[in-house]
């Protein structure tokens, strides 16, 4: 049972490169969502979907891409890495976006750039 | 500024002890959750409350939803090494259902 997986786990990058964070699940769940993790603020939604064909912005979606070709793969695309988007980010899935929803997580990506 | 604040930031406790983490707003909330963060994993859920005044107990651990459903609490007992990770609550309102979620409380059980 993968669940939601998540890779690289690990990537640095220097300032203006660019790179694409994959995230794919399994569970046929309509609703996808970025998040990134950073000390002392807790899980910010970068972007989400709630399904195939169809993404939206969160509280912080300046300096990433996403696109939403099929149920199961969402990627994450930085555009030109600053070092402000050091983090950690973690990929999210559920079935809906129903209040008490569970949502799933993957092992997340820590992005160093330098 | 959090719109959920979460208190305390960090708690080293011996085993055996209780403890208890708060999730505090001013904000109305329509449900809550709480998920235990690992390091190196993502979040996993423990528990969701949608009813205020809401108790939800999973073995150890009981959760409770404030009447006026702005605020939680999780409440450990004889707490073990096992326990050690990140606290997080997130919470939906009835506007939105996007997840608005706390910075964590640290909880570390050292045996």
């Known amino acids: 049972n993968a669940g939601v997986t998540q890779t690289p786990k690990f990537q640095v990058l220097k300032t203006g490169q660019s790179m694409t964070l994959q995230c794919a699940q399994d569970?046929?769940?309509?609703?996808m969502s970025w998040y990134r993790q950073d000390p002392g603020m807790g899980l910010r939604l970068i972007h989400y979907?709630?399904?195939?064909?169809?993404?939206d912005q969160g509280e912080v979606p300046n300096g990433y891409n996403v696109s939403r070709s099929t149920t199961e793969d969402f990627p994450l695309r930085l555009l030109s890495a600053a070092p402000s988007q050091t983090s950690v980010y973690f990929c999210?899935?559920?079935?809906?976006?129903?209040?008490?929803?569970?949502?799933?997580f993957g092992q997340g990506t820590r992005l160093t750039v330098v | 500024t959090q719109l959920l604040e979460q208190s305390p930031q960090f708690l080293s406790i011996q085993e055996g002890e209780n403890l208890t983490v708060y999730c505090n707003s001013s904000?109305?909330?329509?449900?809550l959750q709480w998920y235990r963060q690992e390091p190196g994993e993502g979040p996993v859920l423990l528990v969701t409350?949608?009813?205020g005044g809401e108790v939800k107990k999973l073995k150890r651990l009981t959760f409770q939803f404030g009447d006026a459903r702005k605020d939680s609490s999780l409440h450990i007992t004889a707490a073990q090494p096992g326990d050690t990770g990140l606290y997080l609550c997130?919470?939906?309102?009835?506007?939105?259902?996007?997840?608005?979620w706390g910075a964590g409380t640290k909880l570390i059980i050292k045996p």
């Open positions: 569970m046929n769940h309509e609703y």
């Open positions: 997130a919470g939906t309102m009835d506007s939105n259902y996007q997840l608005i």
């Open positions: 904000s109305v909330f329509s449900s």
């Open positions: 409350v949608v009813t």
């Open positions: 979907s709630v399904g195939a064909g169809i993404t």
């Open positions: 999210a899935s559920s079935i809906d976006r129903a209040e008490d929803t569970e949502a799933f």
